[in-house]
C-alpha cells in the first residue's frame, strides 16, 4: 500500500519491533542473565547495594551529561558524554539487578525515574555541582580512580552478576581515568591560570572524598560474604593514585582523605541532588506511559 | 527429517548475518558478540549475545534485530539473551571483520591490554600503539580524540594524506 506522506511508513502497522522511532520493546538490561542469588545473601541487602553502586553511575552520568553544549571544545563533549553512556549501561545493569533481587521486579525506569532525591543511595560527591571544567577533570580523576578499585574488587564477588558487570566496568573505568589523568596533567602543568584553577577544584572536590571510604553497614555485611567490597581499605590504594597525578600535575596533594563520614550514601544528599534529579525525571515524569 | 543440528547451524546462520546498526560493514559475527545458539526442547531457538561496552545503545536494535532474522528463518519461538561474562573484548572481532573494517575506511583495533588480575597500574604517559591510515597506510598518525560518534571509536588524523578517519579502540 502506498502511503499519503512519507510518515505514512512510521505509523502504519509493523511487526513490533521495527518502529526504533518509538523505542525496540527490548529493554531489560539483564535479559537472559541468570539471576539466583548466591547462597546466603539476603535479596533485600544486595538490592540496596546494587542500587548504592547503580546510583553513583547514574547520578554521576547525569551530571556529566550537562557539558554537552557546554565544554571548551566539541571533542571534550563527546569524550564526557561518552563517558556518561558507560555509567548510564552500569547503572542500567545494577538497577535492573537490583529490582530482581528484592524480589519486587521494579525494571531500571522504576529506580531512576520514579525515586525522590532521599531515596537515592549515591555518594555526594557524584552529585556535586558541576563547576568549572578543571572542578569536572578533578571530580573525575577522583571518582573514576575509586570507582576502578572497587569494580577490579568485585569483579572477584561470589555474585557471578555483579562480578560480571564489575569486570565490564574495570574495562570502562580505565579509560575514563585516563582521559581524566591526562587533562589534569595537561591543566595542572599548563599556564599559571590553568594551574591556579586546578588547584581550586582539587580544594573544592577534596571535602567531598571522605565518604567514598565510609562503609555502610550493607557494605560491611556483604563484604564479609564475599559479595560485596568494603570501601574502607581502599583509601590508601586511591590515595597512592592522586597523589602520583597531582604530584605529575605541578599540584600539591592533600595529605589524607577527610574523615569518612555516611552522608549521601545513607540518604543525606546536598542541596544540588533535587535539582539534578528533577531535571533527569521531569519527562519520564510528565509520560509516565511512554516507552523508550 | 532434519536433524537438530542442521536447524541449530540454520538458526545460527540467521542471527549471525545480523549487522550491526551502527558498524553496518560488520555482522554479529564478525564482531565476535554472538556467543550461543541453542535450541531447546521446546523448540525455542535461544541466542546469547554480549554487550560490546555497557551502555552500547545498539544492543537493544540487535536483539530485535536477532529475532526478526531468526523468526524470518523460520523459528516461531526466539529469546535473545544476554552473556555478560566474559566481557567483550575488541579482540574477539575476526580477520574478516577487520578486513571489512579497513575497506571502509576505519582502522581495526590493535591487540587488547591485557586485563590485570589485581589494580589497574596507573599509566602517566599515553601508551597505546598508533594506528596505521586505513585510507593511505602511512604509521604518521596523530589522536584527536580518544572518544568518537561511537562508544567503540576513536578519532584520528593521518599527517601523510590528512584524512581523518576512525579507529575501533582496543578493549
Known amino acids: ?292 | 527429517m532434519v536433524s537438530t543440528l542442521t536447524e541449530r547451524d540454520r538458526a545460527r546462520g540467521a542471527a549471525a548475518a545480523v549487522t550491526d546498526p551502527e558498524l553496518p560493514m560488520l555482522t554479529l559475527q564478525d564482531l565476535g558478540i554472538l556467543r550461543e545458539v541453542r535450541i531447546e526442547q521446546d523448540g525455542t531457538v535461544a541466542v546469547w549475545i554480549t554487550p560490546t561496552y555497557s551502555g552500547c545503545p545498539a544492543l537493544a536494535e540487535m536483539r530485535a534485530d536477532v529475532d526478526r532474522a531468526v523468526r524470518a528463518a523460520g523459528f516461531e519461538r526466539v529469546e535473545v539473551r544476554t552473556a555478560l561474562s566474559p566481557a567483550w573484548s575488541s579482540d574477539w572481532i575476526t580477520e574478516r571483520g577487520r578486513r571489512k573494517l579497513s575497506e571502509y575506511g576505519i582502522s581495526p583495533p590493535g591487540q587488547a591490554p591485557e586485563r590485570p588480575s589485581g589494580p589497574v597500574p596507573l599509566t602517566l604517559l599515553p601508551t597505546r600503539a598508533v594506528p596505521r591510515c586505513p585510507l593511505c597506510g602511512s604509521d604518521g598518525t596523530e589522536e584527536l580524540s580518544r572518544f568518537g560518534a561511537t562508544s567503540c571509536k576513536s578519532l584520528h588524523r593521518c599527517r601523510s594524506c590528512l584524512e581523518p578517519f576512525e579507529h575501533v579502540k582496543e578493549i
Open chain 1, 1 to 292: 500500500m502506498s502511503g499519503e506522506n512519507i510518515f505514512t511508513g512510521m505509523v502504519e502497522e509493523h511487526d513490533g519491533d521495527e518502529r526504533w522511532a518509538f523505542g525496540t520493546g527490548f529493554t531489560e538490561a539483564l535479559a537472559g542473565v541468570d539471576t539466583a542469588l548466591p547462597e546466603g545473601v539476603d535479596g533485600g541487602e544486595l538490592a540496596q547495594y546494587c542500587q548504592m553502586l547503580g546510583d553513583d553511575a547514574l547520578v554521576q552520568a547525569q551530571r556529566l551529561s550537562q557539558w554537552v553544549t557546554d565544554a571548551p571544545e566539541l571533542e571534550e563533549e563527546v569524550a564526557l558524554a561518552n563517558i556518561a553512556l558507560d555509567l548510564i549501561g552500569q547503572a542500567r545493569l545494577l538497577l535492573a539487578r537490583a529490582g530482581q533481587a528484592d524480589g519486587t521486579g521494579r525494571d531500571e525506569d522504576a529506580f531512576a525515574y520514579r525515586r525522590e532525591a532521599a531515596q537515592f543511595r549515591n555518594v555526594r560527591l557524584a552529585a556535586a555541582p558541576r563547576g568549572d571544567f578543571a572542578r569536572a577533570i578533578v571530580t573525575l580523576l577522583a571518582l573514576s580512580s575509586w570507582r576502578l578499585a572497587l569494580m577490579s574488587r568485585l569483579s572477584r564477588s561470589r555474585d557471578p552478576v555483579l562480578a560480571a558487570i564489575a569486570a565490564k566496568a574495570v574495562n570502562e573505568l580505565t579509560y575514563h581515568r585516563e582521559y581524566a589523568v591526562s587533562w589534569a596533567l595537561r591543566l595542572g602543568d599548563g599556564t599559571e591560570y590553568s594551574r591556579e584553577r586546578t588547584a581550586a577544584a582539587v580544594a573544592q572536590v577534596w571535602p567531598d572524598t571522605g565518604e567514598l571510604f565510609a562503609t555502610h553497614p550493607v557494605e560491611a555485611r556483604l563484604a564479609e560474604l564475599g559479595v560485596g567490597v568494603d570501601p574502607g581499605p581502599l583509601r590508601a590504594e586511591v590515595h597512592d593514585v592522586l597523589v602520583q597525578v597531582l604530584t605529575a600535575a605541578t599540584l600539591d596533594a592533600p595529605a589524607a582523605f577527610p574523615e569518612s563520614v555516611l552522608a549521601g550514601r545513607s540518604g543525606d544528599h546536598g542541596p544540588e541532588l533535587a535539582p539534578l534529579l528533577q531535571e533527569m525525571q521531569e519527562v519520564a515524569r510528565a509520560h509516565p506511559e511512554a516507552t523508550w
